[in-house]
């Protein structure tokens, strides 16, 4: 009977490739990419709408200032891309390889920041802006995990 | 498509969460500018919003022009965001057109510094 229960399982996960056969992990990973998708779509979205704020910022971020433009629109572009990824149960892994890279280069941002610019605001978009330097290292730290945990439960799962 | 639900779901909150914030306002409450208009610093250069570039919001010094604050030629001045505006496409922040710089000549010279009048909050000028 086991057996049985386990093969068809084996058979839908082949059929929904990115997806963990185990219906626990599979929640939680549905629920980290969930996160991940709101969390990049909602800053993306928000850096579009005030780009302005954002490039303004970054002209006087130390570095940054030289090239503010590129940078911001580089950023939103690379969110977007992170969402797509994230969306489809396909791409989920590189999704998911991509958010710890880009959330790793948002915490040597905020590092950055700082020690050369603490009295800067973010260019996080959105509410995320409004934490403070420590708030938000501690909150970009937990999202870093949250990759890391759904990078692991992939890799479990030698058939995804 | 029950796989895309709560990706879908995530996409249409967030959307919705950007589309009910509000506009952000200016970064900073005042904004340093440093005259790099003519060197002659004749009263209508000086006085021409045109002729000033947003340098820091931090007043610092470091940046040029340095500023030892001798009132004998315009160098840098500190004004209200709001007589402020910033240009996205160019991607610099500019003093409107309508911003009041007041001008004063040098005892003894034919150049003009800037007094803390009209919309300048603060006047630094050199010698």
């Known amino acids: ?160 | 498509m029950k796989r895309y639900l709560f990706g879908a779901l995530a996409i249409i909150i967030a959307a919705a969460v950007v589309a009910n914030t509000s506009p952000k306002k200016a970064v900073f409450v005042d904004y340093f500018f440093a005259y790099y208009g003519p060197p002659t610093f004749a009263e209508v250069d000086v006085e021409n919003p045109a002729n000033w570039v947003n340098v820091s919001s931090l007043g610092n010094d470091t940046i040029p022009p340095v500023c030892n604050n001798i009132n004998v030629k315009a160098c840098r001045i500190k004004v209200p965001a709001s007589k402020t505006e910033f240009d996205p496409i160019i991607g610099i922040r500019r003093l409107k057109i309508t911003t009041v710089i007041n001008a004063a000549q040098a005892p003894g010279s034919f150049t003009y510094y800037v007094t803390p009048t009209g919309d300048v909050i603060q006047a630094l000028n050199k010698y």
């Open chain 1, 1 to 160: 009977m086991n057996n049985i229960t386990i093969t068809a399982e084996l058979k839908q996960s082949k059929n929904k490739p990115g997806i963990p056969a185990n219906s626990g992990n599979k929640r939680l990973l549905e629920a980290i990419s969930v996160l991940y998708i709101f969390l990049f779509f909602y800053t993306a979205l928000s850096k579009t709408a005030f780009i302005g704020y954002t490039i303004d910022v970054l002209n006087f971020t130390p570095f940054f200032k030289e090239i503010p433009k590129t940078t911001a629109w580089s950023v939103v572009v690379i969110e977007y891309i992170a969402t797509l990824l994230l969306f489809f149960p396909n791409t989920r892994r590189i999704g998911l390889y991509v958010s710890l890279f880009l959330m790793i280069g948002f915490i040597a941002y905020i590092i950055w920041m700082m020690i050369y610019a603490p009295n800067l605001p973010c260019t996080c978009g959105g509410v995320i802006a409004s934490m403070t330097w420590a708030q938000h290292l501690i909150f970009n730290t937990v999202f870093v995990f949250l990759a890391l945990w759904g990078i692991l439960l992939m890799r479990r799962n030698k058939h995804v």
